[in-house]
Structure formats: structure tokens, C-alpha cells
């Protein structure tokens, strides 16, 4: 299905000046008839207020980043695409099978709004129901987290927020039955296979590139490459349906509550060996510098017991947890 785009239609303005001439002439002739009694020019009168009733329903009013799918008896006629004041056959019907679904993202109609459609369509005012009308604008969607097993099978919550657009109108009207539900059912297929990929955090032997090597790719740490894999995904799948997807955005990533406590013991222990040996590294620096410098001064002259003894005391007091308690020797060194 390709998109026809109707640029010569331009001409509502002129349309509606000539209905409602119609409609005075109509209620000229109606009262001519009705002071001569003449019944055949009554019905004729009738009939004229009729047309301009049916002419008043070609007018269509679009405003910018807003479009019109128009089919007439079952066929594509074309699309409204540029705003303006606009006259097309009063028989036109505009399609648009998502009008009325609501998602969690911007520019969906709200529940008035809907209201506000189906009224006019009952009272059949000829004027075009908003909700009709495809946006063009870039639109947010938000989908609900979901709860998705990494590639070490540990159950993980993450949210996308999903910038998009429609660029091909008839695409999105005919190739699906509902491009906005199409779209959320492919970003949340695309983000299931895409995480699967991923480790939460960096792991050995984890090839995240497919070439065959091991790398530090992961969910955490790597959070722009896996939007942008997300978002060539879904741009892949909801091509047919004639959306562009502009961007892909990780809003939330979490362990699953089942595991976050124990995970979270275990990033604990992780930062606390990393921390102890800071620690150590550095408090053999400093036993090693004390050394170095009671030899070079010859401030005292301690054999290798006396040494290891020195620098089993400097280690505790380096790296004990709390302060230490000195114990002062009144003897002799030896």
C-alpha cells in the first residue's frame, strides 16, 4: 500500500461560501413556494437545503502535524497531510482503527475526547471527530516494566520509553489492524530478545557482540548500546506498519524482587573485597617505605624477627577496622 498524498484540496473556503448560498436560495425558493403555494417548488427548496447538508460534510479542517486517511466505499482514496481548510467528496469516510486506544504515552485521546466523537457522529454535524485524525507529531510511549531473565538467567524488571512517529499514513491504517498496540507488542518482543543477550552487570565469558569473544558488555554498564540495539529491533519489526522509531531510552532496570536482596549482599561483598584491597595495597606501601626508611637513617637496627614482628603490627593497625590500642613497652629491646 503506498501513500497518496491529496495537496489540491485546498479549496474548503470556496466550498463553504457556495453552500451556503445554496442554503439561502433554498430558503428563497422554500418561501416563494410556500406564499404561492406552489408544493413542487417547496420540495425543490427542500431538496437544495438537503444537498447543502450533504456538501457540508466534504469540509475538513486539518491542523499542523496532523493527517486524514480518506477511503471512499471501501477504497484508498488518498491522505490529507498539510494543514488547511479542505472540500473533498462529501461520501469520503476517514479510517483510523486507533483512534480510540489508549496506552500509557503521549498524544492518545482521552476519554472526553472519544465522547465528543461518537456525539458527532450521531447528530451527523458533517464536522471531522478529532479522533479521526492521525498525529504526526513524535510521540512517547512508556511501556509497564517487565520482568525479563539476562543471559545468566537472573530475573531482571527493566522499562523503555519509546520515541516515535508515523511517516507513512496508509502503512499504518491498511498493513496493520492497530498500529498503536502493534508497535507496544513489538517493543516489548524486541526488548525480551535483546536483554537476553545482556548480563545485568559485567560477567566473565560472556560474548554480548556475537563474534565469538568474551567482552564487558552488560545492562548496567551499557546502557546506551543496548538502547540503540532496542531501537534498530523495533524499527526492524514495525517497518511494514510505516513508523519510524526515533529513539529508545532505558527508564528503569532493577534485579527482581526475589533476588535484589541476595544480589545486593553480593555487590556489598564485591565492593568491600575491592575496598580491603585498597587497603592492603596500600598499607604494604607505607610498612615497606617505614623500612626502607629506619635502614637508610639507621635509626635502629632490628633483625628479620624484629622486622616481621614490626610489620605484623603496622598491617593490624593499617588495616583493622577499628582504631588501635597502643601498648606501650617500659623493657629493653632485646
Known sequence: MEEKVLSRKKNGMAALCGILVLYAVSLAVIVFGARNAYVSIVVAGSLIVVVATVLLAGLKVLKPQE?????????????????????VNPFCTSVNPAARTKLNQSGDVNDSAALLA?????????????????????????????????CLGNPIEIGIAVTWKVVDTAKAVFNVDNYKEFLSLQC???????????????????????????DEGSLRGSS????????DEIQKRVEEAGIKVVEARITYLAYAPE????????????????????IVD???GMVEMALERLNENHT???????????????????????????????????
Open 188 to 214: 516489548d518482543s524486541a526488548l525480551r530478545d535483546i536483554v537476553r543477550i545482556y548480563p545485568y552487570d559485567v560477567a566473565p565469558n560472556v560474548d554480548t557482540t556475537g563474534d565469538g569473544v568474551s
Open 67 to 87: 493527517a486524514l486517511v480518506l477511503t471512499l466505499f471501501g477504497k484508498y482514496v488518498g491522505t490529507l497531510k498539510e494543514e488547511g481548510f479542505y472540500f
Open 300 to 334: 635502629v637496627e632490628l633483625d628479620e624477627e624484629r622486622k616481621a614482628a614490626m610489620v605484623s603490627n603496622l598491617l593490624v593497625v593499617l588495616c583493622g577496622n577499628r582504631d588501635a590500642q597502643p601498648i606501650v613497652n617500659s623493657g629493653s629491646l632485646y
Open 282 to 284: 596500600g598499607a604494604v
Open 118 to 150: 461518537i456525539a458527532n457522529k450521531t447528530a451527523g454535524t458533517g464536522v471531522e471527530a478529532a479522533s479521526n485524525k492521525i498525529s504526526l507529531k513524535i510521540m512517547t510511549l512508556n511501556n509497564n516494566k517487565q520482568k525479563i531473565n539476562d
Open 259 to 278: 533476588i535484589a536482596a541476595v544480589m545486593l549482599q553480593r555487590q556489598q561483598a564485591s565492593a568491600i573485597i575491592d575496598a580491603r584491597k585498597m
Open 224 to 231: 546506551e548500546i543496548v538502547a540503540g540495539r532496542i531501537r
